[in-house]
């Protein structure tokens, strides 16, 4: 599936859940996505910090469902379908983690900030459509509420190779 077909699937399917006034979990089981428990940080770090009504997750890097690494560089070994479906995969991280922080999805007030970086080559410009799997789910998912400040940047390399890193802002009730 073309992640044009993605975003258009991810946009009724939210459309629909939103009128008949879902929770996001819920939401997430209609668009066949499922939250696994969050792995444990990998280092001297915390993925989760709660400070007054923010909550800052730390990067989360793509990887599939059996926690392996999607790796490669954009431009040389995937093509922006294949970064873009690595985006969308570290959103569904982040939200583990955010959900595992707040317990339920639905004290989520308003995601602030994204940031999400690129292992790309010199030559590749088009991260923003990359970390668009990111933000698309984000807005599916979230509705207005979804919308957020972003930056997208291309790094000369990430952890393990990643083809993506995602960190997130949210703010909470």
Known sequence: ??????????????????????????????????????????GNYVK???????VFLAGHISTNQDGSAITGKLGKDLTIEQGYVAARTTAISLLSTL??????LA?????????????????????????????????ALFG?????????VGMVALPLNSAVEIEMIVEVD
């Open 1 to 42: 599936m073309n992640y044009l077909s993605l975003l258009l699937s991810f946009l009724l399917v939210a459309g629909l859940n939103f009128s008949h006034g879902q929770t996001p979990e819920q939401t997430l089981t209609n668009m066949g996505i499922e939250l696994a428990k969050p792995t444990p940080s990998s």
């Open 48 to 54: 989760a910090v709660r400070s007054g009504n923010l």
């Open 99 to 104: 959900k595992a922080e707040l317990g339920e």
């Open 107 to 139: 004290h989520v007030r308003r995601i602030v900030k994204v940031t999400g970086f690129v292992n790309s080559m010199p030559d590749f410009v088009d991260q923003p459509k990359v970390i668009n799997g990111c933000s698309d789910l984000l807005v």
């Open 144 to 152: 207005e509420k979804g919308k957020h400040a972003r930056s997208a």
